[in-house]
């Protein structure tokens, strides 16, 4: 990921999903294969993810959400922001 501080704001891209389960969402490759597979917290991040969150602001709305502490979210947000960064389907708003 690009150097990305607290207070970037993210946003998703516009590629869309290839499904969206009742229990995830669900993006494929060329040959239709699974490539990406969204659960629980980090469907949600994905979700929230339709306008622009700083780290913060995203933590601190899935916190009110879950009931989870901070570190503990950071530690499910982070891979989960990576993730989609390594596959393009996130992106720092530049608005």
Do not use: C, N, Y
């Amino acid at each position: 990921m690009p150097f990305i501080t607290p207070q970037s704001r993210l946003v998703r891209s516009p590629i869309p999903p290839a499904e969206v389960r009742e229990d995830a969402i669900v993006w494929v490759d060329d040959q239709g294969r699974p490539f990406l597979e969204l659960k629980g917290t980090e469907r949600r991040v994905w979700e929230l993810l339709d306008e622009p969150h700083s780290l913060d602001t995203l933590v601190a709305a899935l916190g009110m959400e879950f009931d989870i502490p901070a570190g503990e979210l950071g530690r499910v947000v982070t891979p989960a922001l990576q993730a989609l960064w390594k596959w393009g389907l996130l992106e720092v708003d530049g608005g």
